[in-house]
């Protein structure tokens, strides 16, 4: 069993900065995919960042410059550093870890983390 952890939601002013991590524990042979998704009331989950293949990275327009992506691998943790808040970031953010359980050739299992509030006033 894989479980996320999820911290640094909170409420911040526009302009303002937070970040969000994510640690993933548990029988893991090896991490696919690691990201972060949000999803504000009355609309649909979408992805805010994610790594792809390898080291790449992709973003939401809305966030680009603003928020950035990094991970510890020796730690199976994710961050999201959210800069330069605005009031549409307002949402629950979600961690999305994909991973390889029970050793080489195991199945890969996505997990998702139990969501962190982001509450950005104007």
């Known amino acids: 069993q894989v479980q996320l952890v999820e911290s640094g939601g909170g409420l911040v002013q526009a302009g303002g900065s937070l970040r969000l991590s994510c640690a993933a524990s548990?029988?893991?042979?090896?991490?696919?995919?690691m990201g972060w998704y949000r999803q504000a009331p009355g609309k649909q989950r979408e992805l805010v960042a994610a790594?792809?293949?390898?080291?790449?990275?992709n973003y939401h327009d809305s966030v680009k410059g603003r928020f950035n992506i990094s991970r510890d691998n020796a730690k199976n943790t994710v961050y999201l550093q959210l800069n330069s808040l605005k009031p549409e970031d307002t949402a629950v953010y979600y961690c999305?870890?994909?991973?390889?359980?029970?050793?080489?050739?195991?199945?890969?299992?996505?997990?998702w983390g139990q969501g962190t509030q982001v509450t950005v006033s104007s």
């Open positions: 999305r870890v994909a991973v390889v359980v029970g050793g080489p050739g195991g199945y890969e299992y996505d997990y």
């Open positions: 548990g029988s893991i042979f090896s991490v696919v995919a």
């Open positions: 790594f792809t293949s390898g080291s790449s990275t």
